[in-house]
């Protein structure tokens, strides 16, 4: 499987808007579960944000992000879109994609692939 690579985070002012992209090389992108994590400025851990399965059936939302973040995917363009509506300050953090394939998880030691992230600077 080819490398991740994110892009779309910069700087936005509080209740602005950002759409994140998770591009892949590989030509086997179809058949994996795709999620997003946030790693928060002086965190370890990443934090799961959202996943999609590899059809776009079936989505997850962590409780926090429910109804301001939207997850997508263009499997015949390799991408995996998250919409990230009315941002706030605590949003702040480096945004990586991952990929598994099984669905039903969240947990970040489940996934396999990773990109090398992408920063959203969350000012008030």
């Known amino acids: 499987q080819g490398p991740l690579v994110e892009s779309g985070g910069g700087l936005v002012q509080a209740g602005g808007s950002l759409r994140l992209l998770c591009s892949s090389s590989?030509?086997?992108?179809?058949?994996?579960?795709v999620a997003w994590f946030r790693q928060a400025p002086g965190k370890e851990e990443r934090e799961s944000i959202a996943?999609?399965?590899?059809?776009?059936?079936?989505?997850e939302y962590t409780d926090s992000v429910k109804g301001r973040f939207t997850i997508t995917r263009d499997n015949a363009k390799n991408t995996v879109t998250l919409q990230i509506n009315s941002l706030e300050p605590d949003d702040t953090g480096v945004y990586y994609c991952a990929m598994r394939l099984m669905w039903g998880s969240l947990a970040a030691g489940d996934y396999r692939f990773w990109g090398q992230g992408t920063q959203v600077t969350v000012s008030s």
């Open positions: 590989g030509r086997a992108f179809n058949i994996y579960t």
């Open positions: 996943a999609i399965d590899r059809n776009g059936d079936r989505t």
